[in-house]
């Protein structure tokens, strides 16, 4: 047995608690970095997981209908993916150099239902939400400061003012999906975390608070209704 297959194999013996067999199953179609799938085997299948992990999360919260609104658009992985596999895609991203690589990139690629946004999700969030009315909306929230050239605005999450900007506008939806990443930062018993990162438990008392259900898959917390 080759090593991809014996990966494959390990793989799908750990997501049957996931019931996302029939996704995965389209991901493998597609070119996957075995390097990655080697560490992330040797970690033991430790967080963070591979791009296509996420991607497979993607498609349980994605159709043709779908609108998306990404935060932190960075070298655009997530944004294509989206853009491959739903109706239209807006993306936000600060720092300007990462934006015109990445726009350039992806619409070179003929990648014509991406709406890009250079700024803070802070000041273009709510304008976009609030121009989205009885939509499928499902919202990427990955605009945290993770060094090297990310964005590093006053905080290094914005994820409680864009918490505040969905809330506003959440009852318009009857169906919404809101997917934050990195959630094994939202510690605050972790005395490495950044101080302006509220705890997961503060995100998941806001979800219920606002009818929505809530659960965690590897490093992405899941809010939907």
């Known amino acids: 047995m080759?090593?991809?297959?014996?990966?494959?194999?390990?793989?799908?013996?750990?997501?049957?608690?996931?019931?996302?067999?029939?996704?995965?199953?389209?991901?493998?179609?597609?070119?996957?970095?075995?390097?990655?799938?080697?560490?992330?085997?040797?970690?033991?299948?430790?967080?963070?997981?591979?791009?296509?992990i996420k991607n497979s999360i993607f498609l349980k919260h994605t159709s043709d209908s779908t609108i998306w609104i990404e935060t932190g658009t960075y070298k655009g992985t997530s944004t294509e993916f989206l853009s491959r596999n739903s109706k239209f895609v807006?993306?936000?991203?600060?720092?300007?150099?990462?934006?015109?690589?990445?726009?350039?990139?992806?619409?070179?690629?003929?990648?014509?239902?991406?709406?890009?946004?250079?700024?803070?999700?802070?000041?273009?969030?709510?304008?976009?939400?609030?121009?989205?009315?009885?939509?499928?909306?499902?919202?990427?929230?990955?605009?945290?400061?993770?060094?090297?050239?990310?964005?590093?605005?006053?905080?290094?999450?914005?994820?409680?003012?864009?918490?505040?900007i969905i809330q506003q506008n959440i009852a318009k939806f009857k169906e919404i999906s809101i997917l934050i990443d990195d959630i094994r930062d939202f510690n605050q018993n972790d005395k490495t975390n950044q101080n302006d990162y509220p705890d997961k438990s503060e995100i998941v008392k806001w979800a219920i608070e606002n009818g929505l259900n809530w659960e965690i898959q590897y490093d992405i917390l899941i809010l939907s209704k």
């Open 90 to 164: 807006y993306t936000i991203e600060p720092e300007i150099n990462i934006f015109n690589t990445t726009k350039n990139k992806l619409l070179n690629k003929g990648l014509s239902n991406i709406e890009f946004y250079n700024g803070t999700s802070e000041d273009v969030l709510e304008k976009l939400i609030t121009k989205l009315d009885g939509v499928k909306l499902s919202i990427w929230l990955d605009g945290h400061f993770s060094g090297g050239d990310t964005y590093l605005g006053k905080k290094s999450t914005p994820i409680l003012e864009e918490l505040r």
């Open 2 to 52: 080759s090593i991809k297959k014996k990966v494959f194999s390990r793989i799908r013996f750990l997501f049957l608690d996931y019931k996302i067999l029939s996704d995965l199953e389209k991901i493998e179609k597609s070119t996957i970095d075995l390097n990655e799938l080697v560490q992330w085997t040797n970690t033991n299948f430790r967080v963070p997981a591979p791009q296509f």
